[in-house]
């Protein structure tokens, strides 16, 4: 799994390495990459600064072309740094470039370091961010030029960002913020307080309003629910669902994808809505339940039974299931006590071999400003 706060920066001169030193002492998890050439230089510019001693980074010295460099550095960072000119940047990084929902941050900083330039995944992947965090610590120009920030205007994937919310369809992205751009409002249509102010770049409906409110503004649905509209619009979709399992010993991953997927149809919610699974300790061992969790990049929170038999959850108790296995309740119990302050909104549905409980969180957003 990529480390999300770690940096690669990329080294090719002396000057070059300074400026690595330089932002490794205000960030916390940094590689520095340099050519095996240089490191005499390194192991000098070291020497002249006792306190470097103490940070314990990693420097990796390379023997490479830069190309075959980025090509592994692409795999295992989502933050990279280079120090060198930007058209160089521009033509290592061109063969590896996939989509800007799986591109790394990627920062370009002049060897003078007097400009520090977002290059690519400005939005996503955070080099804005990164690049005005850098900036910051050399003194430096930043320089970004999304033409949202340009203008000093909100980007929608920035909010789904800070919401974690998945995008649907992610080519309509681009209309959204095309709209904002081309200054015409966006109208966000929501049952979840998200605590945004309205301004003139956008206006917040209910969800119930989406098929009746006029369509003189881009529709931007913020809604975890199968969603059906005509036109052109986007879908943020928080991730807020937890998915409550019960299962008999040697369930298939087969089986509990049939039960969660009818579980989804029967309240409507889209499938990329699901944050994690819940069970009880009890199925550490389950290897369908690991199976249908790997398929699903889906994380599994096993709850402890004394925590179950502790909580005072308002919730129908099982007189065969306590005799069972020793608590009132599985599916349920599992996923309220995963979420944070969730709401059950699905109450245990049974699936042959397999018990479904689905609860909600609804606070995806702590007061965003866009």
Sequence with gaps: ML???????????????????????????????????????LDEIQKTNIQEEKIHYKIYYYDSKLRELTASLFKDYQNIVYIAALGIVVRIIAPYLRSKRDDPAVVTIDETGRNVISTLSGHLGGANRLTERIAGILHSNPVITTATDCQGKPAIDMLAKKMGCAIEPFANLKLANGAIVNDRPLHIFTDYNLELRETDFFSIYPLSKISTEKNTGFPVVISNKVIEIEGNYLQLIPRNIIIGIGCRRGISAVEINHAVEESLQVLELKENSIKKLATIDLKKDEMGLFEYAAEKSLEIDFIDREEINKADLGINNSDFVQKMVGVPGVCEPAALLSSRNGVLILEKMKFNKITIAIVEEKNIIDNSKM
């Design 3 to 41: 480390e999300a706060e770690k940096i690669a920066v990329v080294t090719l001169t002396r000057g070059g390495q300074e400026l690595a030193l330089e932002i490794r002492k205000s960030i916390g998890q940094v590689d520095i990459y340099t050519p095996l050439k240089l490191k005499r230089q």
